[in-house]
């Protein structure tokens, strides 16, 4: 039987981390090449979405879904309601049946895991020792884990899974009179789970066994071997919702805004129009700071590669070049900062001139900042 653990050592001239380095800066180059049209976009995303969502919130108004009311055709509404469709959905091959909105299949197997821990230590000449480890754990995942890209053989999972992950929506789903569209559909992922009943179940059910909320493909629960499966049900049931959507007719479409942007909002539960914009609202912010977040990281590891090769030169002795990179790290912090508050104030300004000038201020102070610290490192 093959040990859960394996040790690898490796090591890289320096004259070979020094072509790694080189090749680097292209890839940091493109990164923050790539950064600045991100920042800026978001910038204008989140300013088109704020009008979209306070466009909306001035004119929607809130109808009755007992009945439909052809003079709102073209017009955004609120409206709160049951769920509900009469379809029946069955699972091709388990035979579960539910009358619901969406039933899905989750299929899980037993297998091998591959996690890798390394440590890298610099040594005289500018080359590199590193050191991995490879741990080898039994987990149970959805997706297929290809063992053949482990490190160490006999950590063997199977080539393909017998069952897969399956999910059956309904066609037809209404709200009173009304009739959902299948992107309002999609929306509602109120997931509860279904225990298959008595006589639920595959035709060759003696491989199989029952167990609470679905089923086991293997010899022993309480053992798994690689290879075993298990199979659980849910099902989006009937439920209240709240949505915000174009009516048309009789079902719905997203409600295109004076700037050319859409709302088409769903909740679960009873939700006033008045809630629902404000989780639009908050869901916008999140999203800007996110893409913020992201473009800033990718400008920082852009500079990172660039001035790799620095740190790369000095550690001919190691120690100097830790120094270097120290240095060159907070370098690559700063010049992403004001960089990124220099493209994001220029949006600003573009989108919405008041901030952005507030904001220009701001990356004015950086910049000086960042050159009294180039300042204070040039030597005498």
Known sequence: MCADTYTEVSKQSWFSRLGG??????GGLLLIIVAFPLLFWNEGRAVKRYKTLQEGAG???SVSCDSVDQNNSGKLVHMTGLAQTEEMLTDPVFGVSRKAIKLRRSVEMYQWDEDAESRTKKKMGGGTETVTTYTYKKVWSESLIDSGKF???GHDNPGAMTYQTYELVAQSVTVGAFSLSTSLIAKIRAYSAV???EGE???D???????PGGFYIGADPAAPQIGDLRVAFSAVEPQVISLVSGQQGVSFEPYVTKNGGTIQLLQIGEVSADEMF???QRHNKMLTWAL?????LMMLLGFSMVFKLLSVLGDVVPVLGSIIGAGTGLIALLLSLALSSVTIAAAWIFYRPLLGVALLALTVGLALLIRRKMAAARPD
């Not at 059910?205 to 167990?211: K, P």
């Not at 913020?292 to 800033?296: E, K, N, S, V």
């Open 292 to 296: 913020r977040a992201g473009g800033f």
């Open 205 to 211: 059910s003696a491989a199989i066994r029952r167990q």
């Open 21 to 26: 380095a080189v090749k680097g800066i292209l």
């Open 195 to 197: 225990n298959p009943a």
């Open 278 to 280: 404000l989780t639009a």
């Open 201 to 203: 179940g595959p035709a």
């Open 59 to 61: 004119a929607v108004i």
């Open 151 to 153: 490190r160490q053989s």
